[in-house]
């Protein structure tokens, strides 16, 4: 192997780069905008949460319920309505999400020691949304609960009697909850599908179409070389963006980072190889790059954006997508980006992730070397 000629076609591809404003805006831009996009646009926090009330009671134990809503980080009480008609409706035009209804009788019931019921309405058109709107207005209605049941036990000279079983949450590794922290690093697999197997499965199908494969052939330069020449610039340039990506999560959306830095830099380069090798096997077998940019859309920026469990929990896909994961190398990259980044497991730990990827690292970088070869079918 040359350097002098691998020089050269690395060389050759920059120009191809910067002459095409289209890749150098993929490049440049999408990167940093993919980052801001999942890190704002996409909020699995669920905050202030509009609900409208029908309180037909208007007692002081009904306003103490709703006082505990309006103090939840997670309600919003909008508007106080006066019949179910008014209910109905901001639920139907999707100006309340959660309706509550307290009986006329709410206070009665309470003073006298029996059981009252409050009516939610949900709307169910998102089912995630409603199961965590039930159990938020669950967890509200209960502590109320407990505090009128032991406070009609003390007016009643009766003794509270303590609660068996206490829970006691403690959460690890993401301590507030915040969406961004779980959803920005795996951003960092979809910023190299989109660098290593989107550009590069255009370089071969460029030669093709602008005819200069021909020229490529009868050059001394190895196959080899061709395939390193155009694939180190987008390695540079993947790396560099990863390392932009990462530093916005730290710094921007301040993602916790308490893993190995090379850690990070090894699995990255393995999976940076395993893109480029996919982007350049595309490109040989389409010799086109409309061909070559749809392949490589499906085969790797939809699996690592819907199957990786970048957005979606892979214990809760269907049992056959489940194993279809298992080939995806986004899965495993995905899993190494969240465990260093939130809880700064040791390279030790990520056997389970690390072996996979490096099987694939090698396998279809072999598949890449023996694909091209220079001649004209």
């Known amino acids: 192997m040359s350097l002098t000629r691998l020089l050269a076609v690395a060389k050759k591809e920059i120009v191809q780069v910067l002459r095409d404003s289209r890749s150098l805006m993929i490049?440049?831009?999408?990167?940093?905008?993919?980052?801001?996009?999942?890190?704002?646009?996409?909020?699995?926090?669920?905050?202030?949460?509009?609900?409208?009330?029908?309180?037909?009671?208007?007692?002081?134990?009904?306003?103490?319920?709703?006082?505990?809503?309006?103090?939840?980080?997670?309600?919003?009480?909008?508007?106080?309505?006066?019949?179910?008609?008014?209910?109905?409706?901001?639920?139907?035009?999707?100006?309340?999400?959660l309706g509550i209804v307290i009986p006329w009788d709410f206070s009665q019931r309470l003073h006298d020691g029996r059981p009252a019921q409050i009516q939610a309405l949900v709307d169910g058109t998102d089912d995630n949304t409603a199961n965590v709107v039930i159990g938020y207005s669950q967890a509200v209605v209960q502590g109320y609960s407990s505090d009128v049941q032991l406070d009609w036990l003390h007016s009643h000279g009766q003794m509270a009697k303590p609660t068996p079983i206490r829970v006691e949450t403690r959460t690890w590794y993401n301590e507030d909850l915040e969406s961004s922290a779980f959803i920005v690093p795996g951003v960092l697999a979809l910023v190299m599908s989109v660098i290593g197997a989107f550009l590069t499965s255009l370089t071969i199908a460029r030669e093709w179409e602008r005819g200069t494969m021909e020229q490529l052939i009868s050059t001394p330069v190895t196959p080899f070389e061709i395939m390193l020449g155009k694939l180190v610039p987008y390695f540079v340039i993947g790396m560099i963006d990863v390392m932009v990506c990462a530093l916005i999560a730290l710094y921007w959306f301040h993602?916790?980072?308490?893993?190995?830095?090379?850690?990070?830099?090894?699995?990255?380069?393995?999976?940076?190889?395993?893109?480029?090798?996919?982007?350049?096997?595309?490109?040989?077998?389409?010799?086109?790059?409309?061909?070559?940019?749809?392949?490589?859309?499906?085969?790797?920026?939809?699996?690592?954006?819907?199957?990786?469990?970048?957005?979606?929990?892979?214990?809760?896909?269907?049992?056959?997508?489940?194993?279809?994961?298992?080939?995806?190398?986004a899965r495993y990259y995905v899993s190494v980006l969240k465990k260093i980044f939130l809880k700064g497991s040791p390279a030790a730990l990520l056997y389970a992730d690390l072996i996979p990827l490096a099987v694939f690292t090698v396998l279809l970088a072999l598949l890449a070397t023996h694909s091209f070869q220079k001649r004209l079918t």
Request: proline fraction near 4%; charge should be neutral.
């Open 27 to 97: 490049v440049l831009i999408m990167p940093v905008i993919l980052v801001l996009l999942f890190g704002y646009g996409v909020n699995l926090d669920l905050k202030h949460v509009p609900i409208y009330v029908y309180d037909r009671d208007g007692s002081q134990q009904s306003q103490d319920l709703l006082k505990r809503f309006q103090a939840s980080d997670y309600f919003e009480i909008v508007r106080v309505v006066n019949n179910y008609r008014d209910l109905a409706r901001a639920i139907d035009d999707g100006h309340a999400r």
């Open 255 to 329: 993602v916790p980072f308490r893993g190995s830095f090379a850690t990070l830099l090894i699995s990255s380069v393995m999976f940076m190889i395993v893109v480029l090798s996919m982007g350049f096997f595309i490109s040989v077998i389409a010799k086109s790059q409309l061909a070559a940019s749809q392949i490589a859309l499906l085969a790797t920026f939809l699996p690592a954006f819907l199957l990786s469990g970048f957005l979606f929990a892979i214990e809760q896909m269907p049992i056959v997508l489940q194993w279809i994961t298992h080939i995806l190398p």
